[in-house]
Each structure stands twice: as structure tokens, then as C-alpha cells.
């Protein structure tokens, strides 16, 4: 079975520019988590999306936003890029949204900004 | 105090020894708890979840989960030099749909 997919695998973008990511889940995964993770340390939560529903968002500004598709696919979207957002992407699935559904990610998108 | 900590290492153990990770938590309220592990350049990959306490076996590895001491951590056995990655804890947060990851303890296992 296919596992996570994300795309684009790498994109350079310039500051001020915005930026759309893209994960398909596994089958029958229903929920969708992004995270942002730079060097050196762990994954931060972006959202999470179930059903087509925000389910949660962390502690980023709303340059940041996402959705979810009738297909459970997802987009991520930020605007006005920063040097700071340089980082590597992560979208994860689960069947659900609880905590006891383990969340599985995807290969990533390595953004950099210039 | 960070949510998640984790000792960053390198932890440098030789090859057939048992790697031992440790990882404590902030939130008495976390419900369940994962490792992952992270090759350089690579995405995290899922290895061990745990959600009660005790030990949970799995092939080489062995988490272990203390909630009283708000402790997990992790065991490998007969290490390999292919188990040299960077292995992350997760928690569950205060709401459950987020996971709250430690940096890291970076595993170096020499042949």
C-alpha cells in the first residue's frame, strides 16, 4: 500500500512569495496533520484536519492555512514567506483524529527561502 | 521547561549492545506516547507506540512507560550500525489531536 505522498520535494522560493504544499494520505486514513520542523529540532504542529474540519492549529501566525479535500488529501498554504520558514514539511496521517491513532508522515517538502 | 525533553547525544553505543533512550514529559495529562526514528535527511518514521504503562515489546525494540514519573523511553537490543539515526519522542498534548515532539537523541552505533 502507498504510504503518505507529498509534493513537491523540494521548492526555493524568494521572500514574500507564497507557497502551496500537497499530501495524499494513506487509504483509509481520514485525518491529515502538518508540521514544521527545522534543524536540529522536532516537529512543531501546524493543523490538523478530519473530515474536511480543522480539528486543531498551533502556534503559527494565519500567514499560515490549510484544508482538506472530499478525497482527505490536503493542501498547505503560506503566504508572504519569510527566511524563518525555511524548513522541512511534514504531513502525517492517522484513521482518526485521537490520540491513540498513531500519525504516519510522508517523505516531506524541504522548503527554502532566499 | 520544554514539554518534551530528550538527551541529544550522541549516544555512542558498539554493535550488539543494547541502546537505551529516555524522554520525559511535562503534561500529566499526555495519553499516549510514540518513538520515531529520523535518518539524516529523512522523514520520521513511526517504530513504538505505548499508551499504558509497563513495557511493550516489539522484535528489537522495547518501550517502556512510567506515568507516574512521567518517563518513557526506549530500548534497543542487539544494536546495528543500520539503527544510527535520530529517535524521536512524541507525546499527545493537552488536546489530543497534536503530537509534541522532544528534539531528538541522536543514536550512534559503531561496528
Known amino acids: 500500500d502507498a504510504g503518505v505522498t507529498q509534493s513537491p520535494t523540494h521548492l526555493i522560493k524568494t521572500r514574500g512569495q507564497h507557497v502551496t504544499l500537497r499530501c495524499s494520505p494513506i487509504s483509509g486514513h481520514k485525518s491529515v496533520s502538518w508540521y514544521q520542523q527545522v534543524l536540529g529540532q522536532g516537529p512543531q504542529f501546524i493543523f490538523q484536519?478530519?473530515?474536511?474540519?480543522?480539528?486543531g492549529r498551533g502556534n503559527f501566525p494565519d500567514r499560515f492555512s490549510a484544508r482538506q479535500f472530499p478525497n482527505y488529501s490536503s493542501e498547505l498554504n503560506v503566504n508572504a514567506l519569510l527566511l524563518g520558514d525555511s524548513a522541512l514539511y511534514l504531513c502525517a496521517s492517522s484513521r482518526g483524529p485521537d490520540s491513540n491513532q498513531p500519525q504516519h508522515f510522508g517523505d516531506g517538502t524541504r522548503l527554502s527561502i532566499l | 521547561q520544554k514539554e518534551v525533553e530528550q538527551n541529544s547525544g550522541p549516544l555512542s553505543v558498539p554493535e550488539g549492545a543494547i541502546a537505551s533512550l529516555n524522554c520525559t514529559y511535562s503534561d500529566r495529562g499526555s495519553q499516549s506516547f510514540f518513538w520515531y526514528r529520523q535518518y539524516s535527511g529523512k522523514s520520521p518514521e513511526l517504530i513504538m507506540f505505548i499508551y499504558s504503562n509497563g513495557d511493550k515489546e516489539d522484535g528489537r525494540f522495547t518501550a517502556q512507560l512510567n506515568k507516574a514519573s512521567q518517563y518513557v523511553s526506549l530500548l534497543i537490543r542487539d544494536s546495528q550500525p543500520s539503527d544510527s539515526a535520530t529517535y524521536l519522542c512524541a507525546v499527545t498534548g493537552d488536546s489530543s489531536y497534536k503530537l509534541i515532539f522532544g528534539s531528538g537523541t541522536r543514536l550512534l552505533v559503531r561496528p
Open positions: 484536519y478530519y473530515e474536511k474540519e480543522e480539528r
